[in-house]
């Protein structure tokens, strides 16, 4: 039960990270749309 515990715990950490990630390349992605939208213009 503690192993199974801890691995949740491990797996909630690291899907927390990795939204984290994800958020940054979205905005990292929409930063560049919008400045190659700016310099289309």
Do not use: C, H, K
């Not at 927390?16 to 930063?31: E, F, I, M, W």
Request: avoid cysteine; proline fraction near 0%.
């Amino acid at each position: 039960m503690q192993t199974l515990q801890s691995g949740y715990r491990g797996l909630s950490l690291l899907m927390l990270l990795n939204s984290d990630r994800v958020l940054y390349a979205a905005t990292l992605a929409a930063a560049l749309g919008a400045g190659a939208w700016l310099g289309s213009l």
